[in-house]
Nanobody, 122 residues
Framework: QVQLAESGGGLVQAGGSLRLSCAAS????????MGWFRQAPGKEREFVAA???????YYADSVKGRFTISRENAKNTVYLQMNSLKPEDTAIYYC????????????????WGQGTQVTVSS
């Protein structure tokens, strides 16, 4: 099982930026699709962004134009650059991994990180 470790969360004012990182263990990173999800208090976990093993990117409508997902295979790391942050972006952000192609219908990922807290103050 792939181990995932998120970092980069914190407290930021509305309009600010943060960059989340997710480091993956093992040797399958370059063959894996990666995703970011978030869960706010009292709400269900929701999809934020994903990047396929080939580098194609997908975003939730709520973050499109503000967030950018990218990957660096040499470092087994996926990033989420978050700009123009809003209080409603406050949540725990989770990194997820799936060996092989991305399945946008199920958004099924086999491995998950522990999450990193992002808090946006107004």
């Amino acid at each position: 099982q792939v181990q995932l470790a998120e970092s980069g969360g914190g407290l930021v004012q509305a309009g600010g930026s943060l960059r989340l990182s997710c480091a993956a263990s093992g040797r399958t990173f370059s063959s894996s699709s990666m995703g970011w999800f978030r869960q706010a208090p009292g709400k269900e976990r929701e999809f934020v962004a994903a990047i396929s093993w080939g580098g194609l990117t997908y975003y939730a409508d709520s973050v499109k134009g503000r967030f950018t997902i990218s990957r660096e295979n040499a470092k087994n790391t996926v990033y989420l650059q978050m700009n123009s942050l809003k209080p409603e972006d406050t949540a725990i952000y989770y990194c997820a991994s799936r060996l092989g192609p991305l399945d946008l219908r199920s958004l099924d990922f086999g491995s998950w990180g522990q999450g990193t807290q992002v808090t946006v103050s107004s």
